[in-house]
């Protein structure tokens, strides 16, 4: 990066981007804490208290509720660079931005974990921002997806009692319980089965992720999760990607291997059927593509 940019901030913005914009005011080297430079990284020295700032964005009426995640997926951003530890928005503060809104969306990791540590759910705290909200809520589906073991009977009740949306969107992320395992997801597929059949009772569509391709995921592996995006797509939608190695995490510099026939046809199949929807050739053939069609 340093032969391409002078400074990079790594993590949250908030304190670091006021910082080195002053720093670079009163001239000479900035070394803030957050901050990359050619000379080295100076780590963050603080979190973000989320009411002292608006959310991220005001055009769709997406609120940011909760930063952080207690777990560490091996291919995830997220506790890399808002660390392990959940922090919440108040009530107080989401309903006052909340107001400017007829349709009310949430950024979170986890909608279901609000006002927990991220391990165990606190479904009053959620109940009580219900409560307090105007509008249509969509709660539980994207941008607010929730995990797997945190749907249950009662979570569901409160989505159906308070929420407009049909749908609940959660990562499986694979059908191999070895890989989850491997991977740090802290969940088994036997919860992710669970999640999809507690949501069909309640009338609610599932909508499952799953990443394909993982460096360390074997043929069998492969077989097991076409296994399960199959049940999956029987009784609800499937939301497919190629593992992309992200910078910062774990799997970092490693690479996606390929894809078996039958996966390739089994995506391609029930994408066609409208049952799947995502990203799952490789990166650099959908380059190449693209490329080759600007030239045209």
Known sequence: MARVADYVIVGEGEYALPALLSAIEEGGSPRVPGVATKDGFIPQDRTVLL????????????????????????YCQTPRIFGHAMRHRTIDSIVRWSRSYRDL??????ALAYGSDGREPRLEKIEGLFRRLSGNIYFGTFPSEVRPEFVSD???DLITTYCANRKIHFGAQSGSDQILDRLGRGHTISEVVDAVELCCDHGLTPVVDFIVGFPF???DDQRSTCDLISWVADRGLVHVHRFI???????????????????????????LNGRLTGSWSDPETRFNRRKQGNDI
């Open 217 to 219: 995921e074997t043929d």
């Open 245 to 271: 190695p992200l910078p910062g995490t774990p799997l970092a510099g490693t690479s996606a291997r390929p894809l078996l026939p039958r996966t390739e046809q089994l995506l391609g199949n029930l994408s």
């Open 154 to 156: 009662e979570a569901l």
């Open 105 to 110: 969306r949430f950024v979170t990791p986890n």
């Open 51 to 74: 009411d002292a700032y608006p959310p991220f964005s005001r055009v769709r009426g997406y609120i940011e509720i909760s930063r952080g995640c207690p777990f560490g997926c091996s």
